[in-house]
């Protein structure tokens, strides 16, 4: 034939697609995709093999990586000893196979990410799990085809005892699809197969109680059971996975993270690579050191955090820019007849009983054809046994082997098998003992004859002896799960979780702007002190509130039109002392001309707690403070009030407080809580104070139970009173007499000339550091201790120097450091809490329970006004 006979002119492009498909199968189905059964890629499955032809089993010699390599290379896997090689290497490391499959000495390696040594320096055998998926191997259990020169036969797939698939999971990129299952626990695995033997209808969730969920072989933790569900349900999810860490304070209160465990399939070393370079790039602030202490005890990777900064947010900071909290996203594809698809648990739990009713189905086969093999024997013997002389007589006669073959089988009606047994029978055979031992051979046989095939015609007795077989794999091999769930936990980061707890202060100004400072920028100052400017405002601007608050504090505003917003502390942008803050018009959606009055701090909505409002006019209204948990981002009314009343404060009370309303002509009323009945957002009060002419209310203060009586020491707060010209005085709590509500008080402070109207009230304690604030901004920091105890109807001391024209707007005062009983009881006071809710805006159904309570509480609101009349 002449060259030109031998080209064929194609279309390059029908030649690619056909070239390209050929591959992509080929790839699919014969190198990136395991086997649903076995739960093995073809190369995996004939290292393994070759392994198995050299008997490496547990427990006997270890044979060189490199043999094992050129044996699976030149017999079965045609691609190199490089290429194979790799793959027992992973076999072998149990930092990547929950129950590996290989037994390795040498160096495999390292969860550091170190490579192996070179194959002519390993050595490997057999894992003691592997034998479960060898042992039947001979018993005619699966089918077997060419290798790919066609001089050997391999196995097409092991008849496992052990769900490999499952317990080990497998990863691979094929073309156009991948597959990325994760590993469990073999325990929990066998538990939900025998549970689906007993009831196959079971439905795909109700394997969680089985399966808990992935168990990597490197620990960690699981966040949230969400993406276990779906890929339950569906074969695909995403699950968020987490180290192991711990936060450790040495005894000098250096304190350390320590990470014991890191998420599946990552390398230790390239997280250490990423925290110094996040360090370097000033990302994590935190970090003075970083060692790795890891030995023969486990992983141990100790980072230093520096003093000052805190560790738990170094913790989120590193979970939140490396891979020490990262995402496996699950794909359960593998070839399902020959065909990828991705499948549930469910089904892949089905799948492979199925194959264990397939296995044991052709193994019993095979005994059975044995067993029936060696009773046509047996059968025989007896049959030469009862007739000894005429057998030993039939071969004296016989001139050949053949000729006795045959005569005994005319004489005796026996078959050529039988026949030549009785030939190959040794004479000890003709013992008393030996014929007893024929006979109870052949009994047993006919028992266990009979149920070889009872199991073949019955698949419930052979799903019973899957279940027994199940459980001796768990008692074998079953252990105790390496990865932790946290089910309740959400999948994504708050801001919150990267950002410390502590103090800070919080300004509020006149014009709306906001901003929060460290509370260590303010120094203490003596007693007449010109103090620090708080900020650089504008000339018509002062500040008008400041208070300490926690950065994980939720903040209610209370608007002087009677509605109530909501922001977290740590959402006000921080800024510097003198800086003008941020406009709060940019993070509250106010309604109007609207400008805040007051503010409640709180991280949990108590339901045994009330908000206790005031307004101007010197009304009083007690709701509870679960109703304020789920503000809309437009607020929601807090309180209804008439065209010329505001409110004017808002606090937290616990049901059996005194309070005391303080008026800017210097009065002050004091009544219990109790003559305040409880009512729904939508009423107005009730009377708290009768006011005198040109008179209104300017502060509300609270009166524990407890702070109503002397404590151990004889120290009780005190009630702080301070005009706007700066006089202030301390005066005993019993200095206030107790009235009822609506009452017109009594005399706190003398507005004369030289003080000025009353500026502010609230209560304070030795120890607590008092902040008074101008509206010029001013802010003088200083010990209450400082500040003279005089009667209730006294002008008081000089507190501050003001410039000209300068008033005092506002005083707060920092805590003083709590001693041990004192923490051991916040403590206590923070387990019982309830927990702080998830707030979610409003949508139309809550509007309509709104307008409902409404209706409910026309009464109440008619009952109000007829009081304030």
């Not at 699976?72 to 590996?100: C, D, F, K």
């Not at 995402?327 to 199925?354: A, E, Q, R, S, Y």
């Not at 000890?428 to 031992?437: A, D």
């Not at 020491?713 to 206030?736: M, V």
């Amino acid at each position: 034939m002449s060259d030109n006979n031998r080209i064929i002119n194609v279309q390059i492009e029908e030649q690619l697609k056909q070239a390209y498909l050929d591959y992509s199968m080929s790839v699919i189905v014969a190198r990136a995709l395991p086997d649903i059964r076995d739960g093995l890629k073809p190369s995996q499955r004939r290292i393994i093999f070759a392994m198995h032809e050299l008997n490496l089993s547990p427990g006997g010699h270890f044979r060189k990586c490199a043999k094992i390599a050129g044996d699976t290379s030149g017999n079965y896997h045609p691609h190199g000893e490089q290429v194979v090689y790799p793959t027992l290497v992973r076999l072998a490391q149990p930092w990547v196979m929950r129950y590996p499959l290989i037994d390795g000495q040498g160096n495999f390696g390292s969860i550091d990410g170190d490579p192996p040594a070179a194959m002519r320096y390993t050595e490997a055998r057999l894992h003691k799990a592997t034998m479960e998926m060898l042992d039947e191997l001979e018993k005619d259990t699966v089918a077997y085809k060419s290798n790919y020169d066609e001089t050997r036969k391999e196995p097409t797939v092991f008849p496992t005892r052990i769900p490999n698939l499952l317990v080990n999971g497998s990863s691979g990129i094929a073309v156009g699809m991948a597959t990325n299952m994760p590993p469990h626990n073999i325990k929990e695995i066998c538990s939900a197969m025998i549970a689906l033997i007993d009831n196959p209808e079971l439905q795909p969730l109700e394997l969680l109680n089985y399966i808990k969920g992935p168990d990597f072989p490197t620990g960690g933790f699981i966040l949230g059971v969400e993406g276990i569900r779906d890929y339950f349900e569906t074969g695909r999810g995403k699950i968020i996975v987490r180290g192991k860490v711990d936060i450790e304070t040495t005894p000098s209160d250096q304190e350390l993270i320590i990470i014991r465990e890191i998420p599946y399939q990552l390398a230790k070393t390239l997280l250490i690579e990423k925290m110094v370079e996040l360090v370097k790039e000033k990302k994590i602030e935190g970090i003075s050191d970083i060692r790795d202490e890891s030995g023969r005890d486990g992983m141990r990777l100790v980072i230093q955090v520096k003093r000052n900064h805190d560790a738990q947010v170094v913790r989120n900071l590193l979970y939140k820019y490396t891979q020490l909290q990262t995402t496996f996203g699950v794909i359960n594809l593998c070839l399902v007849d020959g065909v990828p698809k991705v499948v549930p648990m469910k089904d892949m739990i089905l799948n492979f009983i199925n194959f264990r009713h397939d296995v044991v189905l052709r193994r019993t086969l095979f005994e059975l054809r044995n067993a029936e093999d060696r009773l046509h024997i047996l059968e025989g013997l007896r049959i030469a046994l009862d007739n000894l002389d005429e057998v030993i007589a039939t071969i004296r006669a016989s001139q050949t082997p053949p000729e006795a073959n045959e005569q005994l089988q005319a004489k005796f009606g026996l078959s050529e098998i039988q026949a030549k047994a009785i030939l190959d029978m040794r004479l000890q055979r003709l013992t008393g003992l030996e014929r007893e031992k024929i006979e109870a051979e052949y009994q047993d046989l006919l028992v266990l004859i009979k149920r070889l095939r009872d199991l073949v015609e019955s698949r419930e007795l052979r799903a019973d002896l899957i279940k027994q077989e199940t459980t001796e794999i768990i008692e074998k091999f079953g252990d105790a799960r390496k990865t932790t769930i946290i089910e309740a936990y959400g999948s994504s980061f708050n801001m919150e979780d990267l950002i410390a707890d502590e103090l800070v202060v919080v300004t509020i100004t006149h014009d709306g702007y906001v901003k929060r400072i460290p509370v260590d920028t303010y120094k203490v100052q003596g007693r007449g002190g010109k103090g620090l400017s708080a900020s650089n405002l504008k000339e018509d601007d002062f500040i008008q509130y400041l208070f300490v608050a926690s950065t994980h504090s939720y903040i209610l505003l209370f608007t002087d039109h009677g509605r109530c917003y909501w922001i977290k502390v740590f959402e006000i942008p921080e800024a510097s002392r003198t800086a003008r803050g941020k406009a709060i018009v940019n993070l509250v959606q106010f309604q109007g001309q609207e400008k805040i009055k007051a503010f409640v701090t709180l991280k949990s909505f108590s339901e045994t707690q009330n908000i206790l409002m005031c307004t101007r006019n010197g009304l009083v209204k007690k709701t509870s403070l679960k109703a304020f948990s789920r503000p809309r981002s437009i607020g929601i009314l807090a309180i209804k009030l008439n065209e010329d009343d505001e409110l004017i404060d808002a606090r937290i009370t616990d049901g059996n407080d005194d309070i005391l309303l303080a008026t800017r002509n210097g009065y002050c009323n004091r009544f219990n809580e109790a003559d305040v009945r409880q009512s729904g957002r939508f009423t107005m009060g009730v009377r708290g104070i009768k006011l005198r002419d040109k008179d209104f209310v300017i502060s509300m203060t609270l009166i524990k139970p407890e702070e109503q009586m002397e404590n151990g020491e004889g120290i009780l707060p005190s009630i702080l009173a301070i005009s706007e010209n700066g006089y202030g005085k301390r005066t005993p709590i019993d200095s206030y007499p107790a009235h009822k509500r609506g009452s017109k008080g009594v005399i706190t402070l003398k507005t004369t000339m030289r003080n000025g109207h009353l500026a502010a009230l609230m209560k304070v304690k030795d120890g607590d550091d008092l902040m008074i604030i101008t509206q010029d901004g001013m802010i003088i920091r200083q010990k209450v201790d400082e500040i003279s105890r005089v009667s209730r109807n006294t002008q008081g001391v000089r507190l501050i120097f003001l410039n000209d024209e300068d008033k005092v707007r506002d005083i707060t005062y920092v805590p003083a450091e709590p001693d041990d009983e004192q923490i051991d009881s916040e403590i206590d006071k923070l387990r019982t809490e309830a927990p702080l809710e998830i707030l979610a805006p409003v949508d139309d159904e809550d509007e309509l329970d709104e307008a409902i309570d409404e209706i409910e509480e026309i009464e109440d609101t008619e009952e109000d006004i007829d009081d304030n009349e």
